[in-house]
């Protein structure tokens, strides 16, 4: 069927093709602030998947040469 899809650009720093496919785990996070401390919960991108999941749709990340591309697909309402 046709589905809806939403593409977000991010032109900051790139993950890591290690990291790509711990993307989406709960409390992964991409590392250490620059004061010293970890930036953010590691909560974000897990629970937008779990969300998107909950609605029939899916994420994926697509790494790009100048920043990510995150794809999300949603069934047509």
Wanted: proline share 4%; aromatic share 6%.
């Amino acid at each position: 069927g046709d589905n809806c899809c939403l593409q977000v650009f991010n032109s900051g720093e790139l993950v890591q093709e290690e990291n790509q496919p711990l993307l989406f785990s709960h409390s992964w996070r991409t590392g250490m602030g620059d004061k010293g401390r970890d930036q953010g919960l590691g909560l974000g991108l897990h629970l937008v998947k779990d969300i998107i999941k909950e609605h029939g749709g899916d994420i994926r990340y697509e790494p790009k040469h100048d920043g990510s591309n995150f794809v999300i697909t949603l069934p047509h309402c």
